[in-house]
């Protein structure tokens, strides 16, 4: 009878090339795979220069651990970088499907454990219910408010958007396929258009995912291609990056309103999405549809899993008048991964299924 296997640390791989070491997460079902090692050094003096240096340069570490065989083409990853802000503990560059995010709320909900559980931040004194990362996003700072006993994350986590405004309601665009179709278009870290999914001749909560995804990739090329997005801070955040459908119920109700965000290349979030759930709470508190303080929950029609939000008070970006939305979530671990290559892989650096 054959003795136990020994199993080595590492498979055969090509010695130049580092192991890309992760932890998974998930936040409502919306994957993150944060790097823990291996991956280059990323250059730059600010936030949005190291973005840009990442891809530019560094892009292969993104479709390896974004694309399959290691992800799929909904995967969604984090890579840490120093921060040139003195309150920050922490900066990220947010991976996708396409390319790099202005924002991420599934992923600072998840990082927000991350950092403490793995003392990216001081620990809190042991009575503490509650413990404070920030987190530089590419579209600034934000902070999270971990739930934690004796110094490790339990239980949800809550974050404070940067400023989330409205550039567009009620706007008129020619969708193919549609006809003319309102939509609004709001900022919550990421630009998104918003549309009820009912105008589309769609059910948010019971239509096939393809289909949702067809319609909502419709209408985010036809408002990149009418309307020009701008944003008062930053050429670097002036893009559309996805639409979100919603099921119409934009008035304040005290049960969940169901949304389904299609980012990237056709990328579907399983989450109510975080940056979404902020644009739509400033959405509706700017059609005062809502008040301050006043809190909504937000089902993702994908999985059922539940965000809540609330306008906490207002701010200004530029000459817009904007809120700090709070949005509050229950993300998880999911396990570690060590991810190599070899150098006679063809497919080495990835590839999607289209």
Do not use: W
Not at 346 to 352: E, K, N, Q, V
């Amino acid at each position: 009878m054959a003795g136990p296997m020994t199993v080595p640390r590492l498979p055969p791989h090509d010695p130049g090339t580092p192991a890309l070491s992760v932890v998974d997460m998930h936040t409502g079902g919306e994957p993150l795979r944060i790097v823990l090692a291996g991956c280059p050094e990323v250059v730059g003096p600010t936030l949005l220069a190291k973005r840009r240096y990442m891809r530019q340069h560094l892009d292969h570490v993104r479709r390896r651990l974004m694309f399959e065989p290691r992800g799929h083409r909904d995967m969604y990853g984090a890579v840490l970088v120093p921060s040139e802000l003195p309150d920050a503990h922490l900066g990220v560059l947010f991976l996708n499907n396409e390319g790099y995010s202005s924002m991420c709320g599934h992923a600072v909900l998840a990082l927000g454990r991350f950092a403490l559980d793995f003392g990216l931040v001081p620990a809190p004194p042991a009575d503490a219910r509650e413990a404070l990362v920030n987190i530089h996003c590419p579209c600034g700072l934000v902070a999270a408010f971990v739930e934690c006993e004796g110094g490790r994350s339990r239980g949800p986590v809550r974050f404070h958007s940067v400023p989330a405004f409205v550039l567009a309601t009620d706007f008129l665009v020619d969708v193919p396929g549609h006809g003319k179709v309102v939509v609004d278009v709001a900022y919550g870290g990421a630009f998104y258009a918003f549309v009820s999914a009912e105008k589309l001749g769609l059910d948010v909560c019971s239509a096939k995912t393809r289909d949702l995804v067809a319609a909502a990739s419709a209408v985010t090329e036809a408002v990149k291609a009418q309307f020009k997005i701008n944003h008062p801070d930053s050429e670097d955040l002036a893009f559309l990056y996805g639409t979100i459908l919603t099921d119409g119920k934009d008035a304040y109700n005290e049960e969940p309103t169901t949304n389904i965000c299609v980012f990237a290349d056709e990328q579907v979030d399983r989450s109510p999405t975080g940056s979404g759930v902020t644009a739509r709470i400033a959405l509706q508190y700017h059609k005062g549809l809502l008040e301050l303080n006043q809190t909504r929950a937000f089902k993702s029609s994908a999985t059922g899993s539940v965000f809540t939000g609330k306008a906490v008070r207002e701010a200004k970006c530029g000459d817009f008048k904007a809120v700090i939305v709070e949005v509050s979530g229950r993300a998880h671990y999911t396990g570690t991964a060590s991810f190599i290559v070899e150098d006679d892989d063809p497919l080495r650096d990835g590839f999607l299924l289209k």
